[in-house]
């Protein structure tokens, strides 16, 4: 394993509705158009129009069950559409549409989209940087050295790089996730997606992984966050989605936790907060 003074730090490449952004944004990387998702009769996606555009911050928040999850998991095809549109980094995944764009392969697309899940989803019988080499080699095909040259880089990047050589049930909750995030990061993500990150961890573990995000919010890095955190929401969301029943109620920038007339989202931000 490449020492810590061989890995150099490598920084990371950066709607709101109708509203100003403290960064530049770029072309839209996610547009979803009419997205449906029905598990049997259940319907949990109604129609879901949402823009991601390169360096944005996009925070989906919302009650249990409103369908946030089952749409972060369209965007990375864990769940195929029922009906709708999914366009990411310009190529048409899902469902052939009428005008005939040709649909992507999902293993492209999962080159290209990290993500971080609720459960971390470590080898409890794999160290730290194995957990990140194991599919670097097996997905990337990389050598064993080149391997562990990226997953080392990764570490390091959420200040873990000391702890490449312990198991996952040598470290916190909070550590596990950021090897988490690191395993995600190592294949240089042009996307970010954050499946309620924080959810499993105790109260005094979440700051940590919080902070890791932030970085790379500043950094830059496309995001999109499913959180009940609605303090981190007003800190770096660019676009605020807030969901209910499988629909998009309100989106807009930081301001609508406070100027929103909503009723369904007013009630949610006062039981949260």
């Not at 880089?153 to 090897?179: D, W």
């Not at 997606?193 to 961890?201: G, H, K, M, N, V």
């Not at 930081?254 to 949610?268: E, G, V």
């Amino acid at each position: 394993m490449p020492s810590l003074e061989t890995v150099q730090s490598t920084p990371v490449v950066d709607q709101g509705a109708n509203a100003p952004s403290v960064h530049e944004l770029g072309e839209p990387v996610v547009e979803i158009e009419g997205m449906r998702k029905s598990f049997g009769a259940r319907e949990v996606l109604c129609g879901i129009d949402l823009c991601v555009r390169a360096g944005e911050h996009v925070v989906i928040f919302g009650p249990s069950g409103s369908g946030k999850s089952t749409l972060l998991r369209t965007i990375n095809l864990l769940e195929e559409p029922s009906a709708g549109s999914l366009k990411v980094l310009g190529v048409q995944y899902g469902k052939a549409t009428e005008t005939g764009e040709r649909r992507g392969n999902p293993l492209d697309l999962r080159r290209n989209v990290g993500m971080v899940f609720q459960q971390f989803n470590l080898f409890p019988h794999l160290t730290a940087l194995d957990n990140i080499v194991l599919p670097l080699k097996t997905v990337r095909r990389m050598g064993r050295a080149e391997a562990e040259e990226r997953s080392a880089l990764a570490l390091k990047r959420v200040g873990l790089l000391r702890h490449a050589a312990h198991y996952p049930g040598e470290m916190s909750g909070g550590q596990q996730q950021r090897v988490a995030i690191a395993r995600a990061l190592s294949i240089d993500p042009k996307i970010m997606l954050f499946d309620e990150p924080t959810s499993a961890l105790d109260a005094e573990l979440v700051g940590e992984v919080l902070e890791v995000m932030r970085e790379l919010a500043t950094e830059g890095m496309t995001m999109v966050v499913v959180t009940h955190e609605l303090g981190f929401a007003r800190e770096i969301g660019d676009l605020n989605v807030f969901m209910d029943a499988g629909e998009i109620i309100v989106s807009g920038d930081r301001t609508i936790f406070d100027s929103s007339t909503n009723p369904r989202l007013q009630k949610f931000i006062s039981a949260v907060l």
